[in-house]
């Protein structure tokens, strides 16, 4: 079997037991491979919790939904960046407040931020763009200065580091990718949001499946049954056990 693996592949034998594993498994198995992933990733990035989603752009969504945006709410972001964070905003009917980029860092400009910020700002979104980690500390101070929130997009920035903390963990809530392409990948798409907050972990678990009462606290309750109870709506974000037990072996 080893021989039928390239070289050049990020993945391996454990990976194609786990993958085995994970097909032979059914719906009473003990074994979470999305539970994992999401403790390993949790641990290997020193934050409270992470939830696992099914791509970069999912877990976008899901964060801005946490943050309650809804039309007319304006979210800053740079204007240099991928098109999903304005997708993302645009999902939920906000409007993206294109922002100037730092032309030394190519990543945005804390003094544009501050110009464009208006009584509708409910969020920023900041990039790590290209593994350089967003200078977050004056844009968090920003940000609370004016009650705002801030997600990090760290989809191109995995254990980045700065100022000693991993990229993605000082903001609300940080975003991660796995796609293909990506520094750690679950063979097609993923994603991961991250975050220290217990509320906003636990909305965001709801959310990414379709609004089902799972929280955070029967998640790490052994095995305490929950109700299928819908609180409100929610969307198909989930990460499924294939693709989650890929990324569990590159932490």
Known sequence: VDDLIPSDSKFGLPELHYAMQALMENEDSTISWVNELEDQF???????????????????????????????????????????????????????????INSETWNIDIHEIEKKITDKTKAIIVVSLYGLPV????????????????????????????????????????????????????????????????KTAQYIMKSRNHGISRTLKERFSNGLPWDYEIFEMGYNFRLDEIRSCLGVNQL
């Open 135 to 198: 200078d977050i500390n004056p844009i968090m101070d920003l940000a609370k200065k004016h009650g705002i929130i801030v997600i990090d997009d760290s989809a191109q920035s995995v254990l980045s580091y700065y100022n000693g903390k991993i990229a993605g963990t000082l903001a609300d809530m940080g975003v991660f990718s796995f796609e293909n392409s990506k520094h750690m990948t679950a063979g097609s798409e993923g994603g991961m949001i991250i975050t220290n907050s217990f």
């Open 42 to 100: 949790a641990n290997r990035m020193g934050v409270k919790y992470a939830i696992a989603c099914n791509s970069g752009t999912s877990g976008l969504h899901a964060a801005l939904y946490a943050a309650n945006i809804f039309e007319g709410c304006e979210v800053i972001q740079p204007a240099l960046t991928v098109v999903m964070d304005a997708y993302a905003t645009i999902y939920l009917g906000g409007v993206p407040v294109f922002t100037d």
